[in-house]
């Protein structure tokens, strides 16, 4: 399973005084599209408990609902019976859902819906709230150089861009 992000929306970040340097790409856990070039949500998240609007790496008192997300997102059918497939599953230390990024979209998450992208063609646009370390992007700022990433894409510092 994909590691703990600290790196999620705005407001959500550490209090401490001294600004962070922006994270990386694999830093928010950036994946491409879904394979069907859906959205990233919950409804067709593999972790997702469809029967009792859960989910596996949240707490069981956590509604998970399908219009929902977060930075933890697997492309697959969602687990109905997750721990009758999967009985290790039971035993996964839950996470918090701060920490995780959860939040409800209607229209689902992916980079052309969040505040920090600006488009550059129909399937692709720059992130300018992660950096490339390597410089090998295209936009370069004081801390390095944005990446450019797929408009379906998508991580765990998706915030909703305000229409
Ligand atoms: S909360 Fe995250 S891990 Fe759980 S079903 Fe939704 S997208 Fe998947
Ligand atoms: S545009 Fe938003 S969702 Fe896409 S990688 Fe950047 S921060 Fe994450």
């Not at 962070?20 to 394979?35: I, K, Q, S």
């Not at 992208?117 to 992007?137: H, I, L, N, S």
């Amino acid at each position: 399973m994909k590691r703990l992000s600290l790196w999620i929306a705005p407001g959500k970040t550490s209090p401490d005084p001294m600004p962070a340097p922006m994270p990386t790409l694999g830093e928010v856990l950036y994946t491409e599209p879904n394979p069907n070039k859906s959205r990233k949500q919950c409804g067709n998240c593999f972790l997702w408990k469809s029967a009792s609007d859960t989910c596996v790496i949240h707490d069981e008192d956590v509604i998970v609902i399908s219009t929902m997300v977060c930075g933890y997102h697997v492309f697959g059918p969602s687990l109905t019976l997750a721990t009758d497939v999967m009985p290790a599953l039971a035993n996964i230390m839950s996470v918090d859902p701060e920490m995780s990024n959860l939040q409800n979209t209607v229209q689902g998450a992916s980079c052309d819906l969040c505040e920090w992208f600006t488009p550059r063609g129909q399937m692709e646009g720059v992130c300018r709230g992660t950096v490339d370390r390597e410089g090998a992007g295209l936009h370069p700022t004081e801390a390095g150089f944005h990446p450019v990433v797929s408009a379906l894409g998508c991580c765990s510092r998706f915030a909703k861009r305000e229409e």
